[in-house]
């Protein structure tokens, strides 16, 4: 009765009914195994709610496959961060776990930091020309991804031009073969150039984090990420192209009329281009769309998020709400120039209350590096998670297409219940079934069961709630990532070991991390699946696994925002402080004991949330 | 040419240049004063006063020859000797001109408040106590509810034999300190009556955090809380974004006026106030305000008594009633925080560091 509660080993857990044969969905390096044990055993496993909050489709898992490698190789192998290692993966019933990796042994810690000291301070000096290149580099790979070619349908006969005047030599099977593995090896190389220079915006966030905690012991979480935080920031363009195209139709009174309408995007579309101011608004329209409308509807995580180009009743939605706002008078553009001159004068203060002139100047040189270098945190996430994520996504779509229009699947989206090394067995079937001739089966029913299957499998993983954590609690963690992103800490950890005991009822009071400075009052709106987002009403109190910044017009509807995961510098955080909405990051448990009318007090100052009324 | 010096001076006429005459305490309160910091009004006893006091009669000599024959090794021989110098001095008459302006002046400020027998607080002001480096606060007395010429005039000479208590008198002895170069002067202040008083400081006295007015204060006077014997309501503001950390405490006694038994005394503080916060945030914010206001014209982080008045509207109410220089971060070296390191330095001390995480 008396021992104490420590976490469940990785092999100790139970699955419940329904998820039978839900290993085979994922690569085999993704499992917990016997012949890892001992080592997996040794770790912190912590259930990843950030990037991978809900069940898995097997193809999504890419992204994380991706990352797992590259976020891991930049601290390992390449810029050396001394001792850290690496964040590995698991798949545990459909949900995905992460650990940082024990440190390396003392010599080598040593090594990385010559090889560290040389090349992260050539990245400090250097940033501005290296973003420059880095983003020239980054949106040529995008351009790539963008023009891979997908048949729409596996031809009954070649065409003449392909063998006049001389023979291609390869053929639509070899084209489809080779347009899918383009597509798996540009993805993959786009999250090798994405976390280029990550780690170290972290580790520069790490560093003025200290250095503001060395010289004001009390200075709040939030106020040290309103100093770094950037008001010019890629991220919040789309938002800001919205804000422009709704000006330029409110002042023509024929297209704002159309927006106001209540028809659908593309009847909107569609009335448009009957007239020549509407067609006017639609060329500037499209100028927006690329690259700013790939923003996702969520992380851009998922693929049955979508994003504003095949959503569009997101962005006409807020369109809409912007031409109603400026024609009551009401300003719709944050301003930034004010954001970001309260931010400087707010390092000012503090920087005033400085009393030697040693510490002034090493402060003024360690904000001069974090700002400089967080940028990059802040801008690389639009070019990747979103506009990146949303090319592969239309491409994928279109190779689902081509399946169902084969017969091999069902669903244009069952593709998804496949992971990456299994597609290229479905393509593979699939046009050497086309190359046989007329009458020949391909195995479409043995691939469409296992999709019947596996939809059952992730329907049962959804109504689970897996355990927040497994294995052993680190003594001390050194990867940044883990501290700042997921906002590991000694207190997230107890809460975790007293959350496996907590009963949501008796629940009274959360605490998290004061993210985004305000007290408020009010209901709350839980929001798990990404599709409740609409819901959202005026003055809510947003309560969700994470916030996502593409979330940006709705932060203008709610009163404050509660999450489960995140620390400081997660983007809810960020999002919230940039609109000035009190948040509360980090909880836990939020969504799993608040319910959707409930009355809270969110406290963005303490990082308390106290149930004032159960619904 | 004999410059005579004066032996009463008004707060609002006497700043650091004239610490000599009116000693730190009050020199401090007629700074406030300049900073525009509101300061209950009053005057001050100088210290020629008092050499006035000890030249008449043969004081100063009598005094003199009582403190030689003391063993500092024999309590009761410190405390014999203490008894009878401050018997001596209260049983003997300041010059009549000098009572004349001390009841002059009293009378002034009662009839500015149209108060006839106006409660005021006689404080002891010595010349080396609240100067930077020494911590002789405390070893002289205060008189709180003082009402009345005889009373003052009382309290007074009372305040300045406090420079012959037992403790006074054996500090200076142990520190070398000589007796004859530590002048007294008293303060003569309208009192504030309380709503509720405290002290807060310019830094955070846990880890000298130079972002931070932390406020104490309990409901009544201040004295319990200068006194510490209550747990006072601790808040802790930040200096720019003014942020307010609360910590209300559970506040059992408190110090007030009883007009009844004519004094000032400890009382059992109602049980529903117990556990009210003794200042309202717009006051929180206020007091935060001024404390960097007088840490600004200091230059240096500070101590500062402050008081609620129970009748004043808001932001009328508020008043400082003394400040002196914190002692105990300000005397640290000062040491860069940071090492004098920079951004790169830095940047490789945290990539070689670790978090600490397990339980």
Known sequence: MAQKKGFQMPLEVEYPKGLEGWEEMYPPMYMFSKDRKEWEEKHFWFHDKIHAPEAMYPLDLIFQEAWQISLSQYTTRVFCIPPA??????????????????????????????????????????????????????????????????????????????????????????????????????????????????????????????????????????????????????????????????????????????????????????????????????????????????????????????????????????????????????????????????????????????????????????????????????????????????????????????????????????????????????????????????????????????????????????????????????????????????????????????????????????????????????????????????????????????????????????????????????????????????????????????????????????????????? | MGFIMPYTLWFDKAGKEAIGLVGGKNASLGELIRADIPVPPGFSVTTETYLEFLSGGGMKEKIEEILSRIDLQDVASLENASKVIRQLMTEASLLKRIEEEISFNYQTLAQVFDVPNLPVAVRSSATAEDLPGASFAGQQDTYLWVQGNDQVLEKVKLCMSSLFTPRAISYRMKMGFPHEKVLISVGVQKIVDARAAGVMFTLNPTNGDPSKVVIEGNWGLGETVVSGICNPDKYVVDKVTKEIERMVSLKECECIYDPIRGGVMHVDTPPERRELPCVEDQEILELARYAKRVEEYYGCPQDIEWAIDKQKPFPLNIFMVQSRPETIWSQQKKEPVLGKKSAYELLMEKALSRVKVGP
């Open chain 1, 85 to 615: 290692q690496g964040i590995a993966q698991r798949m545990v019933g459909c949900y995905m776990y992460i650990t940082p990796v024990a440190p390396p042994p003392p010599e080598i810690i040593g090594e990385k930091a010559g090889l560290f000291q040389k090349r992260v301070f050539y990245v400090f000096d250097h940033y501005d020309e290296l973003w420059v290149s880095w983003l020239k580099k980054f949106k040529a790979l995008g351009e790539e991804m963008n023009n891979i070619k997908v048949p729409a349908e596996l031809p009954k006969f070649e065409s003449d031009d392909l063998v006049f005047p001389d023979p291609r030599g390869y053929y639509t099977s070899y084209e489809v073969i080779e347009a899918w593995d383009r597509l798996v090896d540009l993805m993959i190389k786009g999250w090798q150039y994405h976390f280029q220079y990550l780690n170290l915006t972290y580790l520069a966030y790490l560093m003025f984090a200290d250095t503001c905690r060395k010289l004001f012991p009390g200075i709040s979480e939030s106020t040290i990420g309103k100093l770094v935080a950037g008001a010019y920031v890629q991220m919040f363009r789309p938002e800001e192209e919205l804000c422009r195209l709704a000006r330029l139709a409110a002042a023509v009174p024929g297209v704002a009329k159309v927006l106001k309408s209540d028809i659908s995007p593309d009847k909107k579309i569609e009335s448009l281009r009957k007239t020549a101011e509407g067609s006017n608004w639609m060329v500037e329209y499209e100028k927006s769309k690329d690259p700013w409308f790939y923003v996702s509807c969520g992380s851009g995580w998922f693929h049955y998020e979508g994003s504003w180009t095949t959503k569009l009743e997101i962005p006409f939605g807020y369109l809409k709400g912007y031409v109603e706002r400026i024609e009551k008078g009401e300003k719709i553009e944050r301003d930034l120039a004010a954001i970001d001159k309260a931010r400087a004068e707010l390092a000012e203060e503090y920087r005033k209350l400085i009393k030697t002139d040693e510490d002034r100047k090493s402060f003024d040189d360690v904000y001069k590096a974090v700002r400089t270098i967080y940028k990059y945190a802040e801008d690389h996430l639009f070019w990747v998670e979103h506009w990146f994520h949303t090319i592969w996504f239309e491409r994928v779509r279109e190779f689902g297409r081509l399946f169902v229009k084969c017969g091999m699947l069902k669903g244009i989206d069952d593709i998804y219940l496949f992971n990456r090394f299994e597609v290229p067995y479905l393509i593979e079937d699939m046009v050497t079934t086309w190359a046989l001739g007329e009458g020949v089966p391909s195995r479409s029913q043995y691939w469409q069961a296992r999709a019947e299957k596996r939809k059952k499998i992730l329907d049962a993983a959804k109504k689970w709630s897996p355990v927040p954590a497994l294995g052993t609690p680190p003594e001390e963690i050194a990867e940044p990532f883990t501290i700042m992103l997921w906002g590991i800490t000694t207190e997230k950890v107890q809460d975790w070991l007293k959350g496996m005991a907590v009963v949501p009822g008796e629940v009274t009071e959360l605490k998290g991390f004061a993210s985004s400075a305000g007290v408020v009052e009010g209901k709350v709106r839980v929001v798990k699946l990404l599709e409740d987002i609409t819901k959202v009403e005026q003055g809510d109190i947003l309560v969700c696994p994470t916030t996502n910044p593409a979330w940006a017009p709705i932060f203008t509807k709610i009163k404050a925002s509660v999450t489960d995961i995140g620390g400081l510098t997660c983007h809810a955080a960020i999002v919230c402080r940039e609109y000035g909405v009190p948040s509360v990051t980090g909880t836990g448990i939020a969504t799993s004991v608040l319910k959707t009318g409930d009355t809270v007090k969110v406290d963005g100052n303490t990082g308390i949330v106290k149930i004032l009324k159960r619904a």
